[in-house]
């Protein structure tokens, strides 16, 4: 016999995404379990090889083995994964009930850990229903579903991205962002039509990555205006868009909490035309 909880469904439910992060935006979670992303190729010109490497504390491993073998009355093996779609995976034989586990589970609120229980052992239904909320909210803790093929650039001839971003996600996302990547974007020629616009920076969720427009890139561009753009991507790691692309009012509102946010403002309005002339 195997059940499973998968994320298929979740990735497709906007609608019930929206409501969850007002109460779980990047929240602190234990050290349980640890990624340390794949690198693409830096402009050094270095890659290396091989995919994302997850640490698990093994005590945390084997306290949640524990609980699932006294509430199963019986031996449990328990595997913690980096899956991107199966979360909850169980299966029993020979006596044994085997149960695999993403690695955010290690690290969740102890209702969270219940429901787990509750599901992997009883089958319950609500026990279902939790944990697919708890996914719900924490889709950022996935891993990338796309790989980097193009060399990044963090290090600018003003501003360092790198610097920048380590000191965002520390500073206001609880750490909670330690698999991002960030990098400067190439410089193309803009269209006709397009000269009274300029897009300071993007979020690629696939690749969990922020690109910063090289117009930023200037001496006369200062480094709280480059960390407030880069805050604003962030919280589209966290808070995933409506459908259309619509911001939704929960990304508005933890964007008015950035400290300078004001001033951010203000300073893009003053000074957007010559931002404009330094694509």
């Given at each position: ?134 996914i719900d909210e ?95 991507e962030l919280l ?23 400290p300078l946010y ?18």
């Amino acid at each position: 016999m195997s059940a499973e909880l998968d994320v298929t469904r979740l990735f497709t439910s906007a609608k019930r995404l929206r409501g969850r992060h007002a109460s779980a935006f990047a929240p602190r979670m234990a050290m349980a379990a640890l990624r340390i992303p794949a690198s693409p190729q830096t402009e050094s010109g270095l890659a290396f090889v091989g995919g994302p490497r997850i640490f698990i504390h093994e005590g945390a491993r084997q306290a949640l083995e524990r609980r699932l073998s006294l509430a199963h009355r019986g031996p449990v093996q328990l595997g913690v994964t980096d899956n991107l779609r199966r979360m909850v995976t169980r299966t029993r034989a020979r006596g044994t009930l085997r149960v695999r586990v993403h690695m955010m589970f290690l690290g969740a609120p102890e209702r969270v850990r219940q429901a787990l229980v509750d599901y992997v052992v009883h089958g319950h239904r609500s026990a279902s229903q939790a944990l697919g909320a708890f996914i719900d909210e924490n889709l950022y803790r996935i891993r990338p579903s796309q790989p980097v093929t193009r060399p990044l650039t963090t290090r600018g001839e003003h501003h360092d991205l790198a610097a920048i971003l380590a000191e965002v996600g520390s500073r206001y996302f609880a750490g909670s962002v330690g698999d991002v990547l960030i990098t400067w974007g190439r410089r193309t020629r803009p269209r006709a039509d397009a000269r009274r616009t300029i897009k300071l920076g993007s979020y690629s969720a696939p690749e969990r990555l922020v690109r910063i427009h090289p117009a930023l890139d200037r001496p006369w561009v200062p480094r709280y205006f480059v960390a407030y753009i880069v805050y604003h991507e962030l919280l589209h790691h966290v808070i995933p868009v409506m459908p259309g692309g619509v911001h939704p009012p929960e990304l508005l509102r933890r964007e008015r909490e950035f400290p300078l946010y004001e001033r951010a403002l203000a300073w893009e309005q003053k000074h957007i035309r010559r931002l404009l002339r330094a694509r």
